[in-house]
């Protein structure tokens, strides 16, 4: 057999790329067998081929990677471990779980607290009115007291008459401003139907002229009222009369009288 | 022979020679299943499988069949080609690009500067267009002699001589 011509023929080179028939690849092998020179030529053409082949690897993983796969297969029998107990898992998820009910303790906590802050600001709301309403009170107070003291007051107490003896009145009068202050804190509340009716007198001749009903006496907090007086007059009485008024004062039901000290 | 005994502990199961035959022929094993798929992450996936294969299947090999190279080579290009069969590969990659082992290899930056690699990158760019198709199809590729022969429209001989005369230059550039 001629070894370079069969080298030449390039069947060792099909050889190893390996697609030989089998029976062709059976009689190559018994010829490397026998010619060291043709084994020597394979193993030249195959270290070739592995050393360009494994050029047309963009990279290629050590054999750790499979080492790891082997020794997962060989154990055959992988023994059942007692389950650990995962404590970080548990701490992790009761840690969370502590967190979102905290969570929620402190959105409730500021539920409550905005609705006492809501309550808070009612209440506070409703103070001012009431410090309202007591400072308009004291300025109205302010203003009778203010009233009472000026110097061109005339006081004039009314005295109760006859069966009313027990019934009392004061009028406030300022010349300066035609007006008078009624204060009626000493009289009953007017019956059903009735009225209390309020007259200037001139004593000679005994003249009434009305000043005015007091249709408000029974609602009225602190009983002072305020009317129009341009009269001369010489004495305060107030009469109790039936609804809406009368012309001339009933004497009868004359509650309380007063004359006006011109002296003073 | 030491590559001789080496298979014969392999074939025994013996982890160490079968560490060694990875060394020997992983990098090429990786390099001929990338060419056919062109995913580093499939072919890292599918070398891993092909050395499996060999593991389990050892006792199939015979020396009498070929060489171990050329047996591990060959389960290699079938489970590449496997592979692209695949439904899954197929969606993945529609436009597979149509590189030749010889554009990945003038493309890589990555080769290690040994004399090897500069020389293969030497030959490839060196090798002409029938020496390039010859060497994809019938190393690469696993084409026989009478596929390749059909496939660049040469005849039998011609395959056979010009892919001598091709592997002869590779030798002289890396041996």
């Not at chain 1, 190559?28 to 193993?43: A, F, N, S």
């Not at chain 2, 197929?90 to 290899?105: A, C, E, P």
Request: charge should be negative.
């Amino acid at each position: 057999m001629d070894i370079n011509a069969y080298i030449e023929s390039g069947i060792l080179e099909l050889y190893v790329a390996g697609k030989l028939p089998e029976t062709e690849n059976e009689e190559i092998y018994q010829r490397l067998k026998q010619h060291p020179e043709l084994l020597q030529e394979v193993e030249a053409i195959e270290s070739a081929v592995v050393k360009l082949t494994a050029a047309a690897s963009p990279r290629a993983k050590g054999y750790a990677s499979i080492k790891a796969r082997l020794n997962a297969e060989d154990s055959k029998v992988v023994e059942l471990q007692p389950r650990k107990t995962n404590w970080i898992s548990y701490t992790g998820w009761a840690a969370s779980i502590l967190l979102a009910a905290g969570l929620v303790w402190t959105l409730n906590q500021n539920s409550d607290l905005e609705q006492e802050l809501q309550t808070a600001d009612i209440e506070n709301q409703y103070l001012e009115t009431q410090i309202e309403d007591a400072r308009t009170d004291l300025a109205a107070t302010k203003n009778l007291l203010d009233v009472i003291r000026d110097r061109e007051i005339i006081a004039v107490p009314l005295g109760g008459q006859g069966e009313f003896a027990t019934s009392f009145a004061k009028v406030y009068w300022n010349k300066a401003n035609n007006t008078i202050y009624l204060d009626g804190e000493g009289l009953p509340s007017a019956p059903e139907g009735k009225v209390w009716q309020v007259w200037s007198l001139t004593l000679n001749p005994l003249t009434p002229t009305s000043l005015g009903t007091i249709d408000d006496f029974n609602t009225d907090d602190n009983k002072i009222f305020t009317i129009a007086n341009t009269n001369e007059s010489q004495a305060f009485g107030i009469t109790l009369e039936p609804e809406g008024g009368s012309v001339s004062p009933t004497m009868e039901q004359l509650y309380t009288l007063g004359v006006v000290n011109t002296e003073s | 022979m030491e590559l001789e005994l080496l298979v014969k502990q392999f074939q025994d199961k013996n982890h160490v020679a079968f560490e060694k035959l990875y060394g020997m022929y992983h990098k090429s094993i990786h390099g001929v299943v990338y060419n056919i798929v062109k995913d580093t992450a499939i072919a890292d996936e599918l070398m891993q499988d092909v050395f499996i294969k060999a593991w389990h299947k050892a006792d199939t090999y015979s020396s009498k069949k070929g060489r171990f190279f050329t047996w591990i080579l060959n389960i290699a290009r079938n489970a590449a080609i496997d592979k692209t069969r695949s439904k899954a590969f197929k969606q993945s990659r529609k436009n597979l690009n149509t590189d030749y082992f010889v554009d990945i290899i003038a493309s890589h930056d990555n080769l290690d500067n040994s004399t090897d690699a500069i020389g293969i990158k030497t030959f490839v760019t060196q090798l002409g267009e029938k020496c390039k198709a010859v060497i994809e199809l019938l190393y690469f590729k696993g084409f026989t002699q009478k596929e390749a022969s059909e496939e660049l429209q040469m005849p039998l001989g011609t395959i056979k001589t010009r892919n001598r005369n091709c592997i002869q230059q590779l030798r002289d550039m890396v041996l």
